[in-house]
């Protein structure tokens, strides 16, 4: 099947600073791309729909200024963690949607990300 | 995407088959039923879909009832490896390309030793 790939699977930074996290389709072409963020023992709740050529789609709640979302091309997504505290902790997982199939939706290994 | 109700929890022993039940009472017509999983600090993994049939595929069989109101995922042989948690997830084919998928609690599978 196809394949999603997520980088860093994990990293640690200083509060304050920012962190990239990037999403890439490895043998198809993404136009839309989702990001989703985990807490410990909770469900995966989206944070926002990546729009290859477009602005990001940001769900109720999440900052955009924050979480900077950039989809340049058509296999990467990128997602910025700006002025990370550590209530940013957490794990952040990247999908991508079969558009051609319309029959599954491929994961990224997910990233996680600890602010120290 | 329609409502979906699975039992939070349940334990398996290893080369038993393994059971997950999933309630969609509010199913439409057009709704597919999927399954998904994540094995821990992993992003999810898709097992199987179907619309009223039953489905096999390498991973597991799909059993839906004849009224579409539950269905069953089924791990013919679990093994430490299926440890997860397993979601149930109602929608339309065509939101499968255009939507986020919309993720419950799921059920924490436990395969036992």
């Known amino acids: 099947g196809a394949v999603v790939s997520q980088h860093p699977s994990w990293v640690i930074c200083k509060s304050g600073t920012s962190v990239k996290i990037e999403c890439r389709s490895l043998d198809f072409q993404a136009t839309t791309m989702f990001w989703y963020r985990q807490f410990p023992k909770q469900s995966l709740m989206l944070m926002a729909t990546s729009n290859e050529g477009s602005k990001a789609t940001y769900e109720q709640g999440v900052e955009k200024d924050k979480f900077l979302i950039n989809h340049a091309s058509l296999t990467l997504s990128t997602l910025t963690v700006t002025s990370a505290h550590p209530e940013d902790s957490s794990f952040y997982i990247c999908?991508?949607?079969?558009?051609?199939?319309?029959?599954?939706?491929?994961f990224g290994q997910g990233t996680r990300l600890t602010v120290v | 995407d329609a409502k979906t109700t699975q039992p939070t929890s349940m334990d398996c022993a290893e080369g038993r088959a393994a059971n997950l039940p999933c309630n969609h009472s509010t199913i439409s017509g057009n709704e597919y039923v999927y399954w998904y999983r994540q094995i821990h600090s992993q992003g999810p993994q898709y097992i199987i879909h179907g619309l009223k049939n039953n489905e096999t595929n390498e991973m597991a069989s799909l059993i839906i009832t004849e009224d579409r109101k539950s269905s069953t995922l089924i791990l013919p042989h679990a093994t430490l490896r299926d440890t997860a948690v397993y979601y149930c997830i109602v929608r339309t084919r065509m939101d499968t390309g255009r939507r986020a998928l919309t993720f419950g609690s799921g059920t924490r599978l436990q395969v036992q030793p």
């Open positions: 999908s991508a949607p079969d558009r051609e199939h319309n029959t599954e939706a491929f």
